[in-house]
């Protein structure tokens, strides 16, 4: 698997989606499934947009459900650190993503690499 962070859209309804995630950094990799809502979702998704522009030392909390059997121990929590982009590390564009996840009629799979 490439490095980065996968998602795909597994299930949806009127009020939520149901997201796998899938998370590489080319090595080892890591999967679980998480509901949003479509708000929490589009703030994500803008809140990636402006990162993508950040300078170095930038971070970004990530944070869909959360954990424990109260919550059906469905949670995806991550912390983006922005490289300096001459150390040509890449992070999360969004921008051509952001039209489409405005919308209700998402891709059945869209990557943030």
């Known amino acids: 698997m490439k490095p980065g962070v996968h998602l795909t859209k597994v299930w949806f309804d ?3 989606m149901e997201l ?7 090595i080892s990799s890591f999967s679980n499934r998480v509901y949003v809502g479509y708000s929490a979702f589009a703030d994500v998704v803008a809140q990636l947009d402006a990162f993508k ?3 170095h030392g930038g971070l970004l909390d990530i944070r869909f459900g959360e954990f424990g059997p109260e919550y059906a121990n469905g949670a995806f929590h ?15 564009n969004s921008s051509r993503s952001l039209e489409s996840f405005q919308s209700r009629r998402w891709p059945a799979r869209r990557r943030f690499t």
């Open 14 to 16: 009127d009020d939520m």
């Open 20 to 26: 796998k995630i899938d998370v590489s950094d080319g």
């Open 53 to 55: 522009d950040h300078i």
């Open 78 to 92: 991550a912390m983006l650190h922005s490289q300096n982009q001459a150390d040509s590390t890449s992070v999360p």
